[in-house]
T-cell receptor, first 110, second 115 residues
Framework: KQEVTQIPAALSVPEGENLVLNCSFTDSAIYNLQWFRQDPGKGLTSLLLIQSSQREQTSGRLNASLDKSSGRSTLYIAASQPGDSATYLCAVKANSKLTFGKGITLSVRP | NAGVTQTPKFQVLKTGQSMTLQCAQDMNHEYMSWYRQDPGMGLRLIHYSVGAGITDQGEVPNGYNVSRSTTEDFPLRLLSAAPSQTSVYFC??????????????FGPGTRLTVL
């Protein structure tokens, strides 16, 4: 059974800091890995998708990497801003299913 | 495109009542799924469908029914609501089930409270 882990559960950083959010998964036979953002009381917004054959994807200040053999992905956020405060979830797609981590709640202090 | 839409946004039920959560997408996606999100438990898959007429169970299917008569719609039925079904429900869709390039799109969610 695929298991996805995100540690720590919460993170607080000062504005301007570069930060890395980690995601690990147990079964490397995946189609892709997707990072989402969720604001309180809202739905999930897709940030980046990395196919299993890819190593990384970039969008603006966000960069996501994938090391399938070691079962790890990282989401790098450059020059963090208070508006980046949200919960970040990673999810892996395999066997007709998307399995989610429990998310990392990020707080960026002004 | 409206994307993935869900109705209602909020619902309060009494124990034993039944209801249907509606989900629709206008992107011609084959794959649709339902999740529930609970504090400390994350998002868990309830049911999914890989095309019209084809559905299967996810991680937590008990107490829920689904059907997929059209590509666009994937309703979730609660047969006899229980307080344990109090949760936020999300519907999602993607172009295919196995495509590595296929992004999952989520609806805005339905907040359900069962008294």
């Amino acid at each position: 059974k695929q298991e996805v882990t995100q540690i720590p559960a919460a993170l607080s950083v000062p504005e301007g800091e570069n930060l890395v959010l980690n995601c690990s998964f147990t079964d490397s036979a995946i189609y892709n890995l997707q990072w989402f953002r969720q604001d309180p009381g809202k739905g999930l917004t897709s940030l980046l998708l990395i196919q299993s054959s890819q190593r990384e994807q970039t969008s603006g200040r966000l960069n996501a990497s994938l090391d399938k053999s070691s079962g790890r992905s990282t989401l790098y956020i450059a020059a963090s801003q208070p508006g980046d405060s949200a919960t970040y979830l990673c999810a892996v797609k395999a066997n007709s299913k998307l399995t989610f981590g429990k998310g990392i709640t990020l707080s960026v202090r002004p | 495109n409206a994307g993935v839409t869900q109705t209602p946004k909020f619902q309060v039920l009494k124990t034993g009542q039944s209801m249907t959560l509606q989900c629709a997408q206008d992107m011609n996606h084959e794959y649709m799924s339902w999740y529930r999100q609970d504090p400390g438990m994350g998002l868990r898959l309830i049911h999914y469908s890989v095309g019209a007429g084809i559905t299967d169970q996810g991680e937590v299917p008990n107490g829920y029914n689904v059907s997929r008569s059209t590509t666009e719609d994937f309703p979730l039925r609660l047969l006899s609501a229980a307080p344990s079904q109090t949760s936020v429900y999300f519907c999602a869709s993607s172009y295919s089930v196995a495509g590595g390039q296929d992004e999952q799109f989520f609806g805005p969610g339905t907040r359900l409270t069962v008294l």
